[in-house]
C-alpha cells in the first residue's frame, strides 16, 4: 500500500461494487440532505476542539485517572455545548448528540457522567413540575448551574418502588428536606452522574399532585423511547466496524488453487453481520414510530385524555426489553466474527457490548417489563373474548380470536407478520388458559401468574416482534416511497431478509400456530441464503451510510480507510507496557524466580 | 443480624430445606471423599499463603499496575508449586488446580500469565517432541527453568495455518534458527504468556516427523477438551453466585398482605438459573466422558491404530464449540438475573463472562469448528447411504437411514434423545441434498457447501446437542448408580430439566423431525414447570454442593454466608475514590465549570 492510495484496496473494490448511492441512504437516514449536513457541522465543530485526544488511551489508566478525565472532559464539552447556546442558540439536537451512542461517545467513550441529568433530571422536572417550578427550575439545569440525578435505587431496592426505605421530611423551619436513610439497605446506590442534589422542591414541602398520577410514568417512558434510539446507534457501530474489518481480512482456502477469501464471502459471516444492518432500519422505524406515538399520547394527557397510555407503557416497555437484548445480542456477535482482534479493546467492540448489555437492567430490568406487558395483553385477551374493541397496536387479537382457525400459510413477507400475530394471539391465549387451569386447580391468582411466567414473557416477546416487524416493514413502505429505485431494492431486501431471519428464528411458534408446512420451511431458507447473496455487494456501502466518523467509531478495526493491521500496531505501541524494552517485574520477580532465587 | 448469626437468615433457612446430603453430593461431583479431601487440602495450602490478597482490588489499578501484579502473583504461586514438588512429590493435579478456572482464578482473576506453558507449549513437547528432546526439554519445562508459549497466530493470520508468513530457518554455523516476520501482517500476536522463547530445537534443524502427521491434532485435541472442564467451573462460579444472591434478595409484592418475596421465587428467575446448574453436571459428564475417549484414542494411536482419530477430532470440535457458547449464555444470564449489582465488578460475574466468552473464539473459532464437524457429519451421512457401518457416536445416522419415517412421539427423557438424533440426522441429510442441489445447477463443491453453511453449522450443534443429551443420561445413570436414593432424585431431575428444557428450546426442529404434536409440547410445559417447583427447595444445596471456596467465588454477591450488602457496601468502600471526601476533579474543573469560570 502506497502513500497514495491510502484506503485498503478491499474496501476501495467493495465500494465500487455498490449498487445505490450511498450518500442517497445517509440522508435517508438522517430524514433528509438538510439532517445529514446539520450532523455533520456540529460532529466537526465538536471534534475540531480535540477534547476527544488521549495521549494515552484511557484503557491504560488507573479507576481514579479515568474518573478524573471523564469529568474534565465533561466539563470541557458542555462548557463547548454553552457557548453555542449563547452564541447560536442551538437547540436540543446538540444535546441529544453529545448525550446519545454517538457523537458523545466519541468523548466519552464510558459514558457522560452528566447524562442522568439530562435525560432524567430535566425531563422530571419538566414532567412532574408545577408551572411556577418549571420556571424557576428548568432554565437553570439547562444551563447547567444545578447537577442533579435520578437517585432512586437503594442498595437493596431496585424495581419495586413502594419498597424504598429513604425517607424526605420537610422541615418548615430551615424550608429544607432532612433525607434519611435507616439501614444499609437504605443507602442509595447508583446515582449515576458526578455529583447530585436531591430536587425535593415540591416551597412548603408538600407534594404537589400532577394532572394525572399516571404522568409519573412520563420520564420512565421518555427514557425508554430514546433507548430504542440508542440501540440503533449502538448496534450500527458494532455493525460497521465488523463489516468492513469482514471485508479487508482473509482468510483459509477452501479453493486449493484460488488465494485466500475475504471473510465477508463466507455465508456464515454475511448470515452474522447483515441481520444486524437489518436490525439498525427495523429499530430506528420502530423508535421514530413509538416517538410519534409518545408525542400524541403526551399532546392527548394534556388534553386529559388518558385512553392510551396503558397501550403507550405497555409499548415501551416491551419494546425496551426486546431491543435492548436484540442489540446485546447483535453486538457481542459483531465481536465473535472479529475473532480475537474483536475481543480487544482497540475494536471497541467489549465496549460498546458493556454499554448495550447494562441497558437489559437499567431503567426496568427486562423480564420485569415483559411480564408488564404481558398484563396488558391478558386483558386485551379478555377482552376481546368479552367482544370488546380493542386498541391499534394489539386489534390484531381479536380479529384471531374470531376466527380460530389458521387460514392456509402464505410465504410472504405480509404472511409471515400475520403468522407472527398468530403466534402472540396463540401465546397469550394458551397462558390465559393455563391460569385459569390453575386457579381452578386451588391456586391464587398471583401463584397462577408466576406459575406461568415463562411463558407470559414469552407471549410478550412474541408480541413484540409481531410489532416490530410489521412497524419495520409498513413504515419503509411509507418512507421510501420517495426513493431512488435503486435504494428502494436495497432497504426491502433488508425488510425481507429481516422478515425470514425472524421466521426461521420462530419456526417452532410458526409451526404451533399457524399452518406453515415444512415445504415452506425450505423455501424460506432458501430466500434467505439468496437474500444473503443479494446483499453482499452492497454490505461495505450499507455500512458506510451509517456515516459514523473514525473518531466515533474508535475501532482499529472499523476505520473508513481499512488500514486495520496498522492500527492494531499503532494501538499496541501506545501501550505503556510497550514503551520500555522490558518491564521491571521480570527483574524483579520472573527471572530471579527462574533462576530459584526468589 | 448479630454477631451469632453471621449467616443470612434466609440461606440458613434454604440450607435446613434441602432434602438430600450435600456433602454427599460434593464427594459425588469431586469423584469420591478421598478427592474432596485432597482438594480442600491443595485450596486452604494454597490460600493460607495470602498470595490472593489484595489491599487495593486490581480492577482500580493501571493497567501497568496490574501486570506488575499478575506476573508477581504468579510468580510467587508457582514457587509454591515448585516448593511443593520438592518437598511432597505432588502430581499434575497441583497444576490443573492452580490453572483451571477454579483455584488459579482465586489468586489470578485475569488468567495466569503461565497458563500456555502448561497446556500449550508442554503438551506440545510431550505430543510431538522425540524420546531424546522429550529427556532434556520436559523435565526442563516442568520446573520453569524455561518458560515457553504458543506462538501461532500472526496479526494478518488466524486458523489458516498453512497461511502464516513468519519463517524460521536453521543456520548450521550457529546452531540456531532465524526467525523472520517479512511484513506487518506476520508479526506474532496473541502470544500469551508472560515470556516466550521459540522452541524448534528439533539439533541439526531438520524436522522430525511425528508417529504420524495426525498427531499434530493432539495438542489441540487436549486442549479443546480441558476447555470443556473449564466450563463447568465458569458456570458453576456464576450459578452460585446468582443463586445465592437470589434467596437473599427480596423484591416486589405481587400479593399486598404479605412481604416481598425471595426472588429465587419467582418463575422467571428459576428458569434462568437452574438450567445453568443443571447444564453443569452435563457439562461435567460429558467432558469427563471425552476425556476417557481422548485417552483410549490416543492408547490406540501408540499402538499404530488411527481409526477413531476423525471421530474424536470431530467430536472434541463441536463439543468445545457449543460447551463455550453455552457457558456464556449461561454466564451472562446468571449476571442478568442479579441486576444492576450483577454488573458490578464485585459480583465477579462480568469478569467470569469474559473469560468465558474469549474462549469463544480462542482454541478454534465456534463456527469454524462446528463446520469441521460437519464435514465429519457429511462424510458418516454419505457412509450410510452407502450401506457402511458407522462408528458409535454417529450410529444414529445409520439406524434413522434406513427407517426414514417418524416413529409415534414418546415423551419420556429417552424419547426426547431419540429426537434430538432425529433432528440432527434430518438435518444433515438436507444439509446434503442441497448441496447436491447447488451442485446439479452448476455451483462448484466449494461454493455449494459455502452456500449451504449456516444450516450445515444448524445440523453440526443439533448432533453435538443430541451427544451431550444422551451422554448426560446415559452417564448419570452409570455413576450415579450407587448414591442415596434422596441424592438420586434430585440429580435426576436435574438431567430431566436439563432435557427437557431443550426440547422446549429446538421445539421447531422436533415439530421438522419428528412427530411431535402440540399436546405433547404443552405437556412439556407443564412437566419443565413442576421441575422447577421441584428443584426449588434444592436450590441453595445444589450450588452450595459446587464447594467454591469465597476465596474463588470473589463475590460480593454470593459468599457462603449471604451478607451481600455488607459485602458490597466494604468493596465500594474499597475504591480510592471513596477514600477521600471530594475528588481533585470537583475543584479543578466542575465547580469552576458551574460557577462559569472553566
Redesign the interface.
Known amino acids: 500500500m502506497t502513500e497514495q492510495t491510502k484506503v485498503n484496496a478491499d474496501l476501495q473494490q467493495e465500494r465500487k461494487k455498490c449498487t445505490f448511492n450511498i450518500t442517497e441512504l445517509t440522508n435517508f437516514i438522517d430524514g433528509g440532505p438538510h439532517m445529514t449536513e446539520e450532523r455533520r457541522k456540529r460532529e466537526e465543530k465538536v471534534l475540531k476542539e480535540g477534547i476527544h485526544i488521549e495521549e494515552v488511551p484511557s ?7 479515568k ?2 478525565l471523564a ?2 472532559k465533561a ?2 464539552l ?2 463547548l455545548i454553552r457557548r453555542w447556546q449563547e452564541e447560536e442558540n442551538t437547540g436540543m439536537e446538540s444535546f441529544r448528540a453529545v448525550l446519545g451512542g454517538s457523537l458523545g461517545s466519541a468523548i466519552l467513550q464510558d459514558g457522560s457522567p452528566l447524562t442522568l441529568h439530562y435525560v432524567m433530571f430535566i425531563p422530571t422536572l419538566m414532567g412532574q413540575g408545577t408551572v411556577e417550578q418549571q420556571a424557576y427550575w428548568v432554565g437553570r439545569a439547562f444551563n ?2 444545578i ?1 442533579g440525578t435520578y437517585a432512586q ?1 437503594e ?6 418502588v ?2 424504598l426505605e429513604t425517607t424526605a421530611t420537610y422541615d418548615p423551619k430551615t424550608k429544607e428536606f432532612i433525607l434519611n436513610s435507616p439501614t ?2 437504605a ?1 442509595k ?2 446515582p449515576g452522574g ?2 447530585y442534589q436531591f430536587l425535593f422542591n415540591d416551597h412548603d414541602g408538600t407534594y404537589v399532585n400532577s394532572p394525572s398520577s399516571k404522568l409519573t410514568y412520563g420520564t420512565m417512558m421518555f427514557v425508554r423511547v430514546v433507548l430504542v434510539n440508542d440501540m440503533c446507534n449502538y448496534v450500527a457501530k458494532a455493525v460497521t466496524i465488523a463489516t468492513r474489518y469482514s471485508a479487508v ?7 486449493p488453487d484460488e488465494p ?1 477469501p475475504q471473510i465477508l ?4 459471516q454475511q ?2 453481520l447483515f441481520i444486524g444492518i437489518a436490525t439498525v432500519h427495523a429499530f430506528k422505524l420502530s423508535a421514530d414510530w413509538l416517538w410519534n406515538m409518545y408525542n400524541n399520547v403526551t399532546a392527548e394527557l394534556e388534553a386529559g385524555d388518558l385512553d392510551r397510555l396503558p397501550e403507550l407503557h405497555a409499548l415501551s416497555c416491551c419494546l425496551k426489553a426486546v431491543s435492548t437484548a436484540d442489540a446485546a445480542e447483535s453486538v ?1 456477535r459483531c465481536r ?1 466474527a472479529c ?2 482482534h ?2 480487544m479493546l482497540a475494536s471497541n467492540l467489549p465496549l460498546t457490548y458493556g454499554h448495550v ?2 441497558a ?3 431503567e426496568g ?3 420485569v417489563l415483559l ?1 408488564q406487558t404481558a398484563r396488558y395483553l391478558v386483558k386485551a385477551w379478555q377482552q376481546a373474548a368479552g367482544g370488546n374493541t380493542l386498541t391499534p397496536t394489539v386489534s390484531y387479537i381479536s380479529k384471531i380470536y374470531a376466527g380460530r382457525r389458521s387460514p392456509p400459510w402464505d410465504n410472504t413477507i405480509e404472511g409471515i407478520i400475520e403468522g407472527f400475530q398468530r403466534v402472540a394471539a396463540g401465546k397469550i391465549g ?1 397462558s390465559v388458559t ?1 391460569i385459569e387451569k390453575r386457579q381452578k386447580e386451588g391456586m ?1 391468582y ?1 401463584d397462577a ?7 407470559l ?1 414469552q407471549a410478550s416477546e412474541s408480541h413484540c416482534r409481531a410489532i416490530i416487524l410489521s412497524t419495520y416493514n409498513e413504515e419503509m413502505k411509507i418512507q421510501a416511497a420517495s426513493a431512488s429505485p435503486e435504494l428502494k431494492k436495497v432497504l426491502f431486501q433488508l425488510v425481507d431478509l429481516y422478515v425470514v431471519y425472524w421466521a426461521l428464528q ?7 400456530f399457524t399452518s406453515i408446512s ?1 415445504r415452506d ?2 423455501q424460506l ?1 432458501r430466500w ?2 439468496d437474500l444473503l ?1 443479494q446483499l453482499r455487494p452492497n454490505a461495505v456501502g450499507l455500512v458506510d451510510a451509517f456515516d459514523i466518523k473514525d473518531e466515533i467509531l474508535h475501532s482499529a478495526l472499523g476505520a473508513y480507510d481499512g488500514r486495520v ?2 492500527r ?2 499503532a494501538e499496541a505501541l501506545k ?3 510497550n514503551a520500555e524494552p522490558v ?4 527483574h ?3 527471572k530471579p ?2 533462576q530459584g532465587k ?1
Chains 1, 2 share one sequence.
Open positions: 484503557e491504560y489508566l488507573s479507576h481514579k485517572e474518573y478524573e469529568v474534565k466539563c470541557m458542555f462548557k447547567l448551574d447537577i435505587t442498595l437493596g431496592h431496585g424495581t419495586f413502594r419498597g444499609l439497605t443507602y446506590w447508583w458526578c455529583k481480512r482473509h482468510q483459509s482456502q477452501p479453493k485466500e464471502d463466507y455465508v456464515t448470515h452474522k457481542e465473535l475473532g480475537g474483536g475481543y448489555t447494562a437489559c437492567t437499567y430490568e427486562n423480564t411480564l394458551l393455563n391464587s398471583e401468574w408466576n406459575m406461568t411466567s415463562v411463558q414473557s420462530r419456526v417452532g411458534d410458526l409451526l404451533r415444512e420451511i425450505e431458507h434467505y441464503e447473496v493491521y496498522e492494531l500496531m501501550s505503556p507496557l518491564n521491571r517485574s521480570f524483579m520477580y520472573l524466580f527462574m526468589l
